[in-house]
């Protein structure tokens, strides 16, 4: 069920969060007030459709001002996303999580085989009619390159930002500067199509990100998500929370029979039955639908199932 | 029962973290970032 609803939810947060369309005609970007507050994913401000900041970008600008040793208002918006949704974020609210969702549905990059991505959302069935269409959800070195995005929080976003400064105490963007491809295509590429001044200054930074942004989209295509799996430091913040938060998955031991079917249906290839609230689950419900005895619930459901059956006991009475 | 205890315990506590950061102008630095273009997001900076 929710692999029907989710791209269509991923595109109506996209449009509103990026629904500036005077910023896409003349290539500048929205100044109203709510540019103060940061969206949940990872959405560049200078995207010429935003209209809220991005955490990461804005945590980096707090840090690296010289001015402040930590930034309780961006960590505050983090922790508040964290707290209530956890990754739901990653798997809902994100448009570049949303990009890289609708790549790996591009129909190239099929493989078969076990161990790979299964079902409707990568394809369903070849041109044979009996075996099932599979692509690959994991790079080769997996296990190893998840703690990379742990790595780039850590120095990307907060070390190097605070610590390489020049005379008058400010520091750079690293993260924004020289990896992040969300600010590449959402930002630097429209601004730079419908601003004729700034292309004059495109030189080789902008080919770096551009490198990196084209290795993203294109193993995007072949491997589910690779840069929320490996690169993204907001994810990884997420992730912390992911047992803590509101929003969990619950197994009920009683109804799994442990086929592992909710495995083979998951892009981020977690073993659902054994760790529902694993810190790289992005909360996207493929495993849900696809668990044959509805063992999967979430806590949001349970606490509509609560507030239905207390309604309906106090209307019995 | 201490986790539900803890969820909102950090609820709060990012409440007061934005409110605290408003006090001190950090709202106001991200907002001096975000409504301008920045030209490192962009990859010319
Ligand atoms: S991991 Fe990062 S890019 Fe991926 S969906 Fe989450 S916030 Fe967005
Ligand atoms: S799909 Fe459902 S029944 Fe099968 S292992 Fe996963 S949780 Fe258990
Ligand atoms: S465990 Fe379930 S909700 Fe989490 S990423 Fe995998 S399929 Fe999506």
Redesign the interface.
């Known amino acids: 069920m929710s692999s029907k609803i989710r791209p269509v939810f991923q595109a109506v947060w996209t449009a509103l969060t990026n629904g500036y369309v005077r910023g896409f005609m003349e290539g500048k970007i929205y100044q109203g007030e709510s540019k103060k507050l940061c969206v949940p994913g990872l959405n560049c401000y200078s995207c010429p459709g935003a209209r809220f900041a991005c955490p990461i970008g804005s945590l980096q600008a707090v840090l690296d001002s010289g001015q402040y040793r930590i930034s309780l208002y961006v960590l505050g918006f983090m922790a508040a996303f964290g707290v209530l949704l956890g990754r739901f974020v990653c798997g809902w609210l994100c448009p570049f999580g949303f990009v890289q969702d609708l790549l790996y549905k591009i129909p190239i990059g099929y493989k078969k085989g076990a161990g790979q991505r299964k079902g409707p959302e990568a394809g369903g069935k070849s041109k044979d009619g009996c075996t099932s269409r599979v692509k690959r959800k994991n790079l080769p070195g997996h296990k190893y390159l998840i703690y990379l995005k742990y790595v780039i929080l850590a120095f990307f976003v907060v070390i190097l930002p605070m610590t390489v400064t020049n005379f008058m105490g400010m520091g750079d963007p690293w993260f924004c500067k020289y990896v992040c491809p969300s600010g590449t295509l959402l930002a630097g590429i429209p601004m730079l199509i419908m601003n004729e001044p700034l292309r004059g200054a495109i030189g080789a930074l902008f080919s770096w990100k551009t490198f990196i942004l084209v290795v993203v989209v294109l193993l995007s295509i072949w491997y589910y998500r690779p840069f929320c799996k490996y690169l993204c430091p907001l994810g990884a913040f997420y992730g912390f929370f992911n047992k803590a938060a509101f929003y969990r998955l619950n197994v009920n031991e009683d109804k799994c029979i442990k086929c592992g079917k909710c495995q083979s249906a998951c892009g981020m290839d977690i073993k659902t039955w054994e760790n529902p609230n694993s810190m790289e689950c992005i909360r996207c419900g493929d495993c849900k639908t696809a668990c044959p005895t509805g063992a999967i619930t979430s806590s949001m459901e349970e606490l509509i199932r609560e507030l239905k059956s207390k309604g309906s006991k106090e209307v019995s009475s | 029962m201490k ?1 539900r205890a ?2 909102y315990i ?2 709060l ?10 006090t ?22």
């Open positions: 986790l803890l969820r950090l609820l506590a990012s409440a007061a973290m934005i409110y605290a950061g408003i001190t102008g950090e709202a106001e630095t991200v907002f001096r970032k975000a409504a301008y273009i920045c030209l490192e997001c962009i990859g010319i900076g």
